[in-house]
Nanobody, 116 residues
Framework: EVQLVESGGGLVHPGGSLKLSCTAS????????MTWVRQAPGKGLEWVST????????TYTAAVKGRFIISIDNAKNILYLQMNSLKIEDTAVYYC?????????RGQGTQVTVSS
């Protein structure tokens, strides 16, 4: 059974950093394209970043490019999202997911709140 569990969210000031983790079980992360999506209050799911291990490729939405880094720890089978220079508009519930939009296979999410 595929399970994804996110952690690492919290409250941070603008300009701060957080590192989100997604622990996977039931499959090997490097055998799948993995995605981070987020949902801000009152809005739909927004794609944030995808990693394609088979192609050694990462992609980011323009809003986070240069600030966020997606990566996989192969030994631990954990997906990460390093988030730097956080902005108020990054406030959302962040989910890790596999597959394509609308990403039905995703975890329960972790809340990230950026506030002064």
């Amino acid at each position: 059974e595929v399970q994804l569990v996110e952690s690492g969210g919290g409250l941070v000031h603008p300009g701060g950093s957080l590192k989100l983790s997604c622990t996977a079980s039931g499959f090997t992360l490097t055998n799948a394209d993995m995605t981070w999506v987020r949902q801000a209050p009152g809005k739909g799911l927004e794609w944030v970043s995808t990693i394609y291990p088979s192609r050694d490729l990462t992609t980011y939405t323009a809003a986070v490019k240069g600030r966020f880094i997606i990566s996989i720890d192969n030994a631990k089978n954990i997906l990460y999202l390093q988030m730097n220079s956080l902005k108020i508009e990054d406030t959302a519930v962040y989910y890790c997911a596999t597959g394509s939009a609308p990403w039905p296979t995703r975890g329960q999410g972790t809340q990230v709140t950026v506030s002064s």
